[in-house]
């Protein structure tokens, strides 16, 4: 007697009611990405729990779709057809915030930003300009390493200090201004700073007489910080025990919506 489709559906389905094969493939995308974009089909069964021969059918299917290419060397790495999906993410991502980072504008007078973490560099994906006549400005999609910036030192002080290390290694530490901090123990220093007082700041580290405070937010589903900039003058000691607050309550505000987008 021929298995009947309906229980072929059921069996293919995962605990909540999704396709399993979907979430497992989506799964293993996220531990490539956390392993640094490439890895062998062994460690993904190893960080699995998955059968090899169940992780190799699914990456083939990624290999087709152009989501996964396999190496010389047999590894497997992060396809170039999800950085579409990528920015177009980002982009999505920075339209959700911009809303929030008006708001900032509105509190603090200064020039509000959102950044993500994107790989070993920081990206600006929205931004929302002070109406001050001197005011900061970057432009959105512009790419910054983040030893040198506010929200880069927002982002990284969730990251154990073994996979900062790593970062920097691969990075460098080049110096934008002359109060760039450039050794890695310097920067680790910094970031204790950060967990410490719970938010970070840019003091002329990445341009000269721009002084900028940054704080992650909380549960986003990708590493993204918001932040606000402005002259040294503005921006000052007096000014950010007024603008850390907010900083930290729109951030908590933005954590939610992102929240029940993905619950939509």
């Known amino acids: 007697m021929p298995t009947s489709s309906a229980s072929t559906t059921d069996s293919a389905r995962s605990s909540n009611g999704g396709v399993q094969s979907l979430e497992r493939a989506f799964d293993l995308l996220e531990r490539m990405a956390d392993a640094g974009g490439e890895v062998g089909l062994s460690e993904l069964s190893a960080s699995s729990g998955l059968p090899l021969p169940t992780i190799h059918r699914l990456m083939r299917t990624l290999v087709a779709c152009g989501y996964v290419r396999q190496q010389p060397n047999r590894r497997y790495a992060l396809g170039p057809r999800l950085i579409r999906l990528g920015e177009s993410a980002s982009r999505l991502l920075g339209t959700w915030a911009r809303p929030y980072l008006a708001r900032l504008v509105e509190e603090t007078g200064e020039t509000a930003n959102m950044a ?8 600006y994906v929205a931004q929302v300009p002070s109406k001050h006549s001197m005011r900061m400005f970057t432009e959105v999609g512009r790419r910054v390493l983040p030893h040198s910036t506010g929200v880069g030192k927002a982002l990284l002080a969730g990251f154990p200090p073994e996979e900062v290390r790593a970062l920097l290694a691969r990075t460098g530490m080049p110096a934008a201004t002359e109060k760039t901090i450039t050794t890695p123990d310097g ?60 900083l930290q309550q729109v951030a908590g505000e933005l954590s939610e919506a992102l929240a029940s987008q993905n619950q939509a």
């Open 187 to 246: 920067f680790l220093a910094a970031l204790e700073d950060v967990r410490n007082n719970g938010y970070a700041v840019d003091d002329s580290e990445q341009e000269v007489g721009v002084r900028c405070l940054a704080v992650s937010v909380p549960n986003s589903p990708t590493a993204a910080a918001i932040s606000i900039s402005g002259p040294a003058g503005r921006v000052t000691e007096a000014a950010t025990d007024k603008i850390v607050p907010v």
């Open 116 to 123: 993500l973490l994107d790989g070993d560099e920081i990206v």
